[in-house]
């Protein structure tokens, strides 16, 4: 769903933009309500080669950033075990109207052709911004099947009019390489201190969260202007930067000697790894790893290049929970964004502006074999950010945060579990060739329970007497994709008269893989 211009509404988030050479887009950004980093990046690149007077513009400044209120944060489910669970409040719900969809590529080329009659690009992008795409997207059940691809990338030449993805070709920004070194780089020079003191603020806690200490080694792919690659060269990390496109690595390395740090930057692909770099302790994306086409392989990819105790983080990305104000702009697990400004951005660049619903983003980071935790930034949705660990052969179930799987339910409990309802999933880390997996189980009912554990087309049941603990064993197989969990469940108040209604099974506790 697409926020209207005039009218922001509260509860959804602000649009992040950076790495924007222009004054005008200022304007542009803070009325528009577009979505994120890309989308914007397309806007600009198009006025940038078609308005003339637009290029002036852009030619005297840089960077670009627009606010509006972040969501509500979710309550945590850290209900101990059998202590009633606090209520929850649901999610502030998108108000009604403000986005008209628009059905079939005829009424989306008119739509198309009407905006290009608007000379006043601002108003061409509230126009557009009150519209999306409600097209067939009819795909694959399996998103992470090659069909699935297949499947986007059609998508994406049917809302673009391009034929085929290819990143060395659409994933460039020509516009900024008449400038690098002139005025200040994203995010300075823009607007007030309070718009940039936002930002850093949004970065720190991400690097917060990252915990690196000066000589540990870090890659950031798609860097941009790289404002948070050159802070974590300056304070002491060896930093690699990989971008498609050479004016941002000018840039940075611009930056670099400026402030006295040296940085490697490397033109090229996610996934790349430059000659003499890695391995790594950190890998970064920020704004950038939705242009991936082919993430799920990337995310394997990033274990091969890393150190054992590596992080991986993807700052800032268009990942929508089912409540989130623009879940209508993704109603798949991923695919290209369905707003109108994301697809005229498509259509005249050829960008890929992809979004991910969490659940599935989830579920691609463990199978990938990285422990997912999202760490939300209070202040603005800028910070907030999905963690990966790197998955070893044992970890605790509280370890990650797990992905809402259709008729499946997790609870929470204490540090060292997780109660599932009487059916619960998990997604398993197939990448990695392990062959076996033990689970330890544990009964805190007052009565016996059975409880089944499938793999696959394997299972094993055993009856769990109260306050034993049982492991579980069962092999694993390259298309044993996730683990399911099914008891009887039972309701805590019906025997203890603690106000606990929920249905519960068991308390999960670690989780060991063996080659």
């Known amino acids: 769903m697409i926020r209207k211009a005039t009218d922001p509404p509260p509860g959804t988030f602000e649009p992040v933009a950076s790495s924007l050479r222009n004054t005008a887009l200022v304007h542009i950004f803070a009325n528009a309500g577009s979505a994120d980093l890309g989308l914007i990046r397309n806007i600009h690149r198009h006025l940038y080669q078609t308005n003339p007077s637009y290029r002036d513009a852009a030619e005297r400044a840089v960077g670009l950033l627009g606010r509006a209120p972040a969501p509500p944060t979710p309550i945590a489910d850290t209900a101990p075990p059998f202590h009633a669970e606090p209520a929850i409040e649901p999610p502030t719900a998108p108000p009604p109207g403000g986005i008209t969809p628009v059905h079939g590529l005829p009424e989306?080329?008119?739509?198309?052709?009407?905006?290009?009659?608007i000379d006043d690009p601002i108003a061409q992008i509230g126009?557009?911004?009150?519209?999306?795409?409600?097209?067939?997207?009819?795909?694959?059940?399996?998103?992470?099947?090659?069909?699935?691809?297949?499947?986007?990338?059609?998508?994406?030449?049917?809302?673009?009019?391009h034929q085929g993805y290819q990143p060395a070709k659409s994933e460039v920004s020509p516009g900024l390489r008449a400038g690098v070194g002139v005025g200040q780089p994203s995010p300075f020079g823009v607007s007030d201190s309070a718009w940039v003191g936002e930002g850093w603020m949004a970065w720190g806690f991400i690097m917060q969260q990252l915990r690196l200490k000066p000589g540990q080694k870090v890659i950031e792919y798609g860097a941009g202007f790289g404002a948070m690659a050159v802070a974590l060269a300056r304070n002491g990390c060896d930093v690699t930067v990989v971008d498609i496109e050479p004016a941002y690595l000018d840039w940075i390395q611009h930056q670099a000697r400026q402030v006295g740090v040296t940085m490697r930057t490397h033109q090229g692909s996610f996934g790349d790894v430059p000659e003499g770099s890695g391995p790594f302790d950190a890998v970064v994306f920020l704004e950038s790893f939705h242009h991936s086409l082919d993430h799920a392989d990337l995310l394997i990819k990033l274990r091969d290049m890393t150190t054992p105790n590596a992080v991986v983080c993807l700052g800032d990305e268009p990942v929508f929970e089912p409540d989130d104000y623009w879940a209508r702009t993704v109603p798949f697990p991923w695919g290209p964004r369905l707003d109108l400004v994301s697809v005229r951005a498509g259509r005249t660049m050829g960008w890929l502006e992809l979004g991910f619903q969490e659940s599935y983003l989830r579920e691609a980071m463990l199978r990938a074999g990285w422990l997912v935790k999202k760490h939300v930034f209070p202040l603005s949705r800028r910070g907030t950010c999905w963690i990966g660990r790197k998955m070893g052969t044992a970890f605790q179930i509280t370890d990650t945060d797990l992905p809402d799987l259709p008729g499946s339910t997790w609870f929470g409990g204490g540090a060292d579990g997780r109660w599932t309802g009487a059916t619960a999933e998990m997604p398993l880390p197939i990448s990695l060739g392990y062959t076996e997996v033990e689970i330890d189980i544990t009964n805190h009912n007052t009565l016996p329970i059975p409880a089944t554990v499938t793999v696959a087309d394997t299972h094993d049941t055993q009856t769990i007497a109260p306050a034993q603990t049982v492991t579980f064993r069962l092999p694993l197989s390259p298309t044993a994709a996730r683990l399911r969990i099914s008891t009887p469940g039972f309701t805590p108040n019906d025997t203890l008269k603690n106000g606990d209604t929920r249905t519960l099974g068991v308390y999960v506790g670690g989780l060991r893989f063996a080659a």
Do not use: C, G
């Open 108 to 117: 989306l080329n008119r739509i198309f052709d009407e905006a290009a009659r």
């Open 127 to 161: 126009m557009l911004s009150t519209y999306y795409a409600d097209v067939d997207t009819d795909l694959p059940s399996d998103p992470f099947s090659p069909a699935y691809r297949q499947a986007v990338v059609a998508l994406y030449e049917r809302l673009t009019d």
